[in-house]
């Protein structure tokens, strides 16, 4: 294998490269980088000897993370930092150009490394920007775009290009990431790709006017998803916040955000009937604003989802010119009495009753204080009274907060109301209070409040009122929060769910808040502890308005104060509940520093798991697997595990947002179908009522989706969440039990369970017969090469005259061979073999091939079983037959 010694010209790159090529295909990495480091020194001119290597190597390979050229300019690079003296600056001007000219015209690759490579090697920085922007179009030109914009981002020439014609190709493919790493950093540019994007919101937005400016892209049907103003004023809104970048520059964003906000009031109003008349009017408002657009749409729902008479009203307010309002709204208009032709407030600030309705009273939990009880704080005074009661050692101190609701329109929140209950008062700390929220003696008692060691505070889901916190006062980012003395009383609800202790229940065992929503979260808590659970009417309210209605300041004081009641009895009964005598040591194990990044790490997990465990009071089929499951989803009281479910028996359609879950999903053997992005969504509840599926969703869309088909048959997942935590959380909901045997059961790109083998001869005659395999000799060449290889490595590819069948064959229907057309090789259905996307360098190792009967993918085995074994390990069910599948995957 060791080159001979190196005649007067050096040693032959020709023979370098076939040398380390070999070892390449034999997988031995570490032989190929001494055979790198023993041959480099031997080149006559390494830097050009470099380059007649990589441009002989061949391309992209299958299963391989990088090329051949890609690693061995990794190698090179490595080399040349112990040997300094191999640089472009020992050659003359001339040579140093042309090398670098060779260099740009290699073939590119879609990995930052490569890039980074030729440009230390070959210093790309120090060509003529002019040079670099000709070759950056001589990449566009081959549609090699996201290599292009690599380059240009590690030459750090964004300025120097077109931003609009380095991004919108990549959008359109699907890369908007590569497009927001472009211009990360340049302000000038991030300003253009939010507006570029939010241009593309408006109405009158024409996408011909792209397929003109770049006729060599196809707009297909998942294209035009992407650029749909759904999905970009999403994008938009997460770069105005990340870029800092002013509302006025990207109006069509904000507009389309508005009207969704519109529309989900107006169901929340009108149709799931949760929302008051006081909080729905507040929000319209605000949500509504100045805009004209918004006021006609508006009046038009208003008259689609209520009636005409409050059309009326509310077009009067916003003085619609007559000529745009729908039809009888302006009669209607002059019919009005003139105390009906204004909106007025209801005035419950000042009328409504502190003591609660015997109705109220016997549904939910109620506060033992008396409005006298509560104090607002929002003066130095107030705070200083409020400081010398809630700052006593050895105290026990409710902590809640509120914010704003944006819908979306701004991503942080900042918190309007602090509420801080102790035995026998609240104080409502009001930051909207002129001056109040910067005082720097608020911090102060912040901070002292927070770092008491001795007076323990109480919360529930933490991580989301500290991450509005940090958004309220940026001191907190600069200067971290230390955390000390503090019980999160979400960790003991998952512990009581967690528990095997059976308990009996005072309260029903599910009260519903408006229509048909069961309890979650804290209000499910209080009930299972205090017997009621909390009224969350208020819960959606404008937390900045002033001043606060009685019923909002009850949802307030609530919400703080039950936490006192709730520690106060589980303290008492620790056992009963199935936790430890001192409820602190639940959580005692984490850090006490806001400010630690490992604490920060698991803040942010705590958030998730609240999010899924709230969320938004999705229903089920079956019981999930874990006590904790069942109380935190659904707020049942516990029942008996549900028999196991093979993953063939999981029907199920996800929504548009949730692709990666459905691609996840049907990984492991679950029938999965997807919506595209451009599917309406009530395409959802359509397959589920005609096939039998269960719905899988996220966001606004599960309200309505769960109204169109049966009771437990539409999920709701936190978009937020990792497509493979959300995997394991439907298979634990579900107690589907998938095994090794069921992973690729079913094909990835259509679900079909069908396929057909093709042994690898008739693999080899159909690529012949479709001319991808020409030239016989080159055929026999390899495989002569191949058998060569064997030889060396001691038979490591032991010949198999009958290929075994593949872990998921029992999983899956078989097709015969014989059913396939023997000229348009296509299959009844009339889908063709994808041959095309079978790689000539297969066939010497692959002995046999499957086919989806369906769609024509090919498969065969390879890495990624031992990929999702391991992504999945903690939900599959391993057999004594799947131990040594499961082995030797994760030896591979």
């Known amino acids: ?112 490394s490569f890039f980074e490579c030729l440009i230390n090697i070959y210093q790309l920085g120090s060509l003529d920007p002019a040079e670099l922007r000709l070759h950056f179009g001589k990449l566009q030109a081959l549609s090699s775009y996201k290599e292009a ?54 109405p009158n937005f024409s996408v011909e006017e792209l397929k003109k400016q770049f006729p060599r892209l196809s707009l297909s049907k998942h294209t035009m998803g992407l650029i749909a103003p759904k999905m970009l004023a999403k994008h938009i809104l997460r770069l105005a916040e990340k870029f800092n970048i002013d509302q006025g520059l990207y109006p069509n964003a904000l507009h389309k955000r508005r009207l969704d906000s519109l529309r ?40 689609k989802y209520h009636g005409v008479q409050k059309a009326a009203q509310w077009s009067l307010k916003y003085n619609i010119p007559r000529y745009r309002l729908p039809f009888g709204v302006w009669e209607t208009q002059q019919r009005l009495p003139p105390d009906l032709q204004q909106i007025c407030p209801s005035g419950s600030a000042q009328t409504e009753e502190w003591i609660s ?20 704080v929002g003066t130095a005074e107030a705070l200083q009274r409020c400081r010398n009661i809630v700052l006593k050692e050895g105290g026990v101190v409710g902590i809640d907060m509120e914010w704003q609701p944006t819908f979306g329109c701004i991503v942080t929140q900042q918190v309007a109301l602090i509420q801080l209950a102790v035995t026998d008062q609240v104080f409502l700390l009001d930051l909207c209070a002129n001056g109040f929220c910067q005082n720097p003696d608020t911090l102060s008692f912040l901070r002292s409040l927070f770092s008491a060691r001795n007076i323990l505070k109480l919360g529930y889901g933490m991580s989301g009122d500290l991450k509005c916190l940090l958004a309220t006062w940026h001191q907190f980012v600069d200067e971290p929060l230390k955390m000390e003395g503090v019980l999160d009383l979400l960790n003991v609800h998952q512990k009581i769910q967690r528990s095997k202790v059976k308990r009996t229940q005072n309260g029903p065992s599910e009260v519903l808040v408006g229509a048909d929503s069961p309890e979650k979260g804290l209000s499910l808590l209080v009930q299972q502890v205090l017997g009621k659970p909390l009224d969350k009417a208020e819960q959606m309210s404008n937390w900045e308005k002033r001043p606060m209605r009685i019923s909002q300041i009850r949802y307030a004081v609530a919400d703080a104060y039950c936490l006192l009641d709730v520690y106060s009895v589980l303290s008492r009964n620790p056992a009963g509940y199935g936790l430890p005598a001192d409820l602190r040591s639940i ?46 989803l659904c707020g049942e009281k516990p029942s008996e595990y549900p028999p196991p479910l093979l993953p063939q028996q999981l029907r199920v359609v996800c929504d548009n947002m949730l692709q990666g879950l459905g691609r996840y999903l049907r990984c492991l053997g679950v029938d999965v179908i997807m919506l595209e992005n451009t599917d309406d969504h009530r395409e959802a509840a359509r ?37 493979r935590d959300q995997a394991v959380r439907v298979l634990r909901h579900f107690n589907v039990q998938p095994t090794p045997s069921d992973i690729f059961s079913r094909c990835q790109a259509c679900n079909s369970d069908q396929y057909a083998a093709v042994p690898r001869e008739d693999m080899v005659r159909m690529l012949k017969q479709k001319g991808f395999l020409q030239d016989p000799d080159t055929e026999h060449t390899q495989q002569t090469s191949h058998q060569q290889e064997e030889e060396k490595l001691g038979d490591i590819l032991t010949p ?93």
Request: aromatic content about 6%; charged content about 20%.
């Open 800 to 892: 198999c005259m009958t290929p075994e069948p593949p872990r998921y064959a029992l999983q899956c229907r078989w097709a015969p061979l014989s059913g396939l057309d023997p000229d348009t090789l296509t299959f009844p259905g009339g889908a063709p073999i994808q041959l095309h996307a079978v790689p000539p360098a297969l066939l010497p190792r692959i002995p046999l091939f499957y086919v989806c009967t369906r769609c024509g993918k090919v498969f065969w085995e390879g890495s990624h079983f031992g990929r999702v074994l391991s992504m999945f390990q903690e939900v599959l069910h391993v057999a004594d037959e799947d131990t040594d599948a499961v082995a030797a995957a994760q030896l591979s």
């Open 1 to 112: 294998m060791n080159p001979q010694a190196p005649h007067a010209a050096g040693l032959d790159p020709a023979v370098l490269r076939d040398q380390l090529f070999q070892l390449w295909n034999w997988k031995d990495l570490q032989m190929l980088h001494l055979v790198a480091f023993e041959g480099f020194p031997r080149l006559s001119d390494p830097l050009e000897a470099l380059l007649t290597i990589v441009e002989g190597c061949p391309g992209r390979q299958s299963g391989r993370s990088h090329t051949l050229g890609h690693h061995i300019l990794m190698e090179f690079q490595r080399w040349m930092k112990e040997h300094p003296q191999v640089s472009l600056s020992s050659l003359s001007e001339q040579q140093a150009l042309e090398l670098q000219r060779r260099a740009l015209r290699l073939p590119a690759e879609a990995q930052a």
């Open 264 to 303: 989900f009031l107006m169901y929340k109003r009108f149709v799931e009937k949760t929302m008051t008349e006081d909080n729905w009017s507040d929000h319209v408002q605000s949500v509504v604003a100045d805009d004209l657009e918004l006021q006609i749409q508006l009046v038009e729902m208003l008259v």
């Open 587 to 632: 959580c005692s194990s984490q850090s006490e520093k806001s400010g630690d990044k490992t604490q920060k790490k698991k803040l942010a997990k705590q958030k998730k798991q609240t999010l899924e465990e709230e969320c938004q009071g999705a229903q089920r089929v079956s019981p999930p697997r874990s006590d904790t499951e069942k109380g935190l």
């Open 149 to 202: 914009a690599i380059l240009c981002i590690k030459l750090n020439l964004q300025k120097e290009v077109n931003m609009e014609e380095m991004c919108i190709p990549l959008i359109l493919q699907d890369k908007l990431p590569m497009a927001e790493s472009f211009v990360t950093g340049h302000n000038h540019l991030e300003q253009q790709l939010v507006t570029l994007l939010d241009s593309w919101c408006n």
């Open 357 to 376: 309705s015997e109705n109220h009273t016997q549904r939910f939990y109620q506060v033992p204080l008396t409005k006298d009880k509560v104090s607002f």
């Open 687 to 723: 397959l589920a009522q005609a096939e039998g599926r269960v719905i899988l969703t996220c966001g606004q869309p599960f309200q309505s989706l769960r109204s169109q088909v049966g009771e437990g048959r539409c999920l709701a997942l936190e978009c937020t969440e990792k497509a």
